[in-house]
């Protein structure tokens, strides 16, 4: 299973970037599957997932402001990120799980297979 991110950049505060993974290798019924977030010097931080019946998960401090979906045919999982604020500035990660496993924000050491990650950094 391969995961790709994409679509990280530069941008103001207020703004709105939409995150990419392209999903390879991962055939029969999906998972779980979520977005996470790094920034230097900070623990991982769970931001959003989505469970294999669409339940969605997010972390609170990016709750009305980022959206997660997918979309099965075209194996992508995406984050719709808006109000962008200088905190959100980190690595983004995506990730997913290999069998049934819990699906939320704080269950990111349950998730197999990660990304590379993007990089989204949000100036004031």
């Known amino acids: 299973v391969q995961l790709v991110e994409s679509g990280g950049g530069s941008v103001q505060s207020g703004g709105s970037l939409r995150l990419s993974c392209a999903v390879s290798?991962?055939?029969?019924?999906?998972?779980?599957m979520g977005w996470f977030r790094q920034a230097p010097g900070k623990e991982r931080e769970g931001v959003a997932t989505?469970?294999?019946?669409?339940?969605?998960t997010y972390g609170l401090s990016v709750k009305g402001r980022f959206t997660i979906s997918q979309d099965n045919a075209k194996n992508t999982l995406y984050l719709q990120m808006n109000s962008l604020k200088p905190e959100d500035t980190a690595t983004y990660y995506c990730?997913?799980?290999?069998?049934?496993?819990?699906?939320?924000?704080?269950?990111?050491?349950?998730?197999?297979?990660w990304g590379q990650g993007t990089q989204v950094t949000v100036s004031s």
């Open positions: 290798g991962y055939s029969g019924r999906r998972y779980c």
């Open positions: 989505i469970d294999s019946d669409g339940t969605t």
């Open positions: 990730a997913a799980a290999g069998g049934p496993s819990r699906c939320d924000v704080g269950g990111g050491h349950a998730l197999t297979y």
